[in-house]
């Protein structure tokens, strides 16, 4: 009977050890996968711009001037894919993208686990790199039909031509960094 419960005992213990490991292997593949996710919803973004085609709108079919990811650190757990009618996306006289007419394509994307956006770097990539404070809320736009990239504000103010977005875990464990720049490179590291 001793033997018994000496074996469940070290049976209780080894189980208890891989569970915790294994919540710990869940949150970072969890990790993992977003930042893939929303690398791919960038690509997506851009082929959209690329394709012009016209999205269903409530006045009907139309076809954007520009189509983008909202991030907000203000909803860190998501953010979604929009297309932008307005006037500004290609005949501001300055060029820049201005905050128009917006629609959303789909849905939220919410990222599984608990998994967030914890930060958000911008900076110029003239030497030396200027760092500036990023706003709570970041579009990264593909205005069509080049799919030209931008960083933007949620004014249309230009963030520069590079943002980091930090991604964690719940548990603080782990971090992975999306980023992004003008050229339209997006790396993961």
């Not at 929303?38 to 012009?52: H, K």
């Not at 205005?143 to 249309?156: H, Y």
């Amino acid at each position: 009977m001793v033997e018994i419960v000496v074996i469940l005992a070290i049976i209780t213990a080894i189980s208890a050890v891989v569970l915790f490991s294994f919540s710990g292997l869940n949150e970072g593949a969890a990790l993992n996968r977003s930042v893939r996710e929303i690398a791919l919803a960038m690509r997506r973004a851009q082929n959209m711009s690329l394709a012009v085609t016209s999205i269903s709108t409530p006045t009907g079919p139309r076809v954007p001037k520009a189509v983008g990811i909202r991030i907000s650190l203000n909803e860190p757990q998501r953010y979604f894919i929009f297309a932008d009618f307005g006037p500004g996306a290609s005949g501001a006289p300055d060029g820049r993208w201005r905050a128009g007419d917006d629609v959303k394509i789909g849905s939220d994307v919410i990222f599984p686990r608990g998994i967030k956006v914890t930060g958000l770097e911008c900076r110029d990539s003239s030497p030396p790199p200027v760092y500036t404070d990023c706003p709570r809320i970041i579009h990264i736009l593909f205005t069509a039909p080049e799919a030209v990239l931008a960083i933007t504000g949620e004014n249309g103010n230009d963030l520069g031509d590079i943002i980091n977005i930090r991604f964690g875990r719940p548990s603080g464990a782990d971090t992975k960094t999306v980023t992004v720049r003008t050229s339209g490179q997006i790396s993961i590291r």
